[in-house]
């Protein structure tokens, strides 16, 4: 009697186990199979994923337990196999804007840095592109400024890092998805390789007055308080990245490789021991994140520090005008 109670137990467990394995696999590879696929084959793919599913738990509502777990390993096995095949690349028809990343050489002490975008922005969908190369001599980085843009949810903002010469000039890098001319952005399609990672090196009136002049988003700049090593040091970790993104492509992933947790991970490069927060995947928070440990002037309460960082007035100001960057900081701490 213990045994048959015994064995009815298992049968039960593996019952309730098995349904929302089927169906949680089910909607994960639906959505996969969505994000990958287009027109009457994404139609298809969903039916034959919707069929298998159905079928895997007919068999198990029939008492058939072996043969549903053993076509659920299968499947999982040809799903995961068929994950796997999907590989980043370079050679797409890309968007306009992200059609180039940045790429850099080292010469004799200064960054040669080729694609920096300089476009004219009229509207998100007219403008005049423009493609340049320009020289920054490394001795003379003198300033970091972290830039947040937020768009619509206050607590995920898109993230960017200013550098600044002697000479007044500044080029931002911007960790951004790469979308293909028909794409356009799907937080959730970030989960599943709908996107590859591109690093973007721009002017501040190309990048920061597309944020406040066009697209109108609420945009803040905090200068950041490294050491000139430091500066030295992140600037090159954003050229390596261009060149390593360059020669072999990376998917974006909405958690775990975004705008915000690159330059984490660049970060750590420099500091090792820079903890770990949940400001980093929330990333408008990140500048409470930056004030806490004191990566930004503390001599202000954090309030009157994000009051004085706001730039969108300024920036839409300042339009296009030539000292574009320096109407943008006469308030910035």
Known sequence: MDDVRQTSGVGL??????????????????FAVWYQSDGLRRWLWLALVSAIAIGL?????????????CGLVI???????????????NDRDWAPDVEHGVTAELQDGDALLHNIRDFDWRSETDFTPHWETRIYPIAALSSVDLISSVWSNPAIA????????????FVVFSAEIRKERHESFSELGGFFKMFELVLIAADE????????????????????????EQRRALFLSF??????????????????????????????????????????????YLPDYLYEHGIVDKNLPLEMVKQRALITRLGE?????????????????
Request: aromatic share 10%; with cysteine; glycine share 6%.
């Open 57 to 69: 738990l007919v068999l198990q509502q029939r008492g058939d337990s072996r043969f549903a777990w």
């Open 158 to 169: 898109h993230t960017l890092i200013s550098f600044g010469f002697d000479d007044g000039r």
């Open 317 to 333: 100001e300042a339009g296009s005008a030539p000292d574009y960057s320096k109407r943008i900081r006469v308030a910035v701490p």
């Open 75 to 89: 499947a999982l096995g040809v799903a995961v196999l068929w994950w796997i095949s999907i590989k980043p690349s």
């Open 205 to 228: 009136r190309d990048i920061l007055r597309l944020r406040t002049n066009i697209r109108h988003e609420t945009v803040s700049m905090f200068r950041l308080r490294l050491t000139p």
């Open 13 to 30: 467990a593996a019952l309730l186990l098995f349904w929302p394995v089927v169906l949680v696999a089910a909607v994960l590879v639906g």
């Open 239 to 284: 050229l390596d990245m261009g060149n390593r993104l360059a020669g072999t492509p990376e998917f974006y992933q909405t958690i775990t490789s975004n705008c915000t947790t690159i330059i984490f991970k660049l970060a750590r490069l420099i500091e090792p021991g820079t903890p770990l927060d949940w400001r980093i995947l929330l990333s408008g």
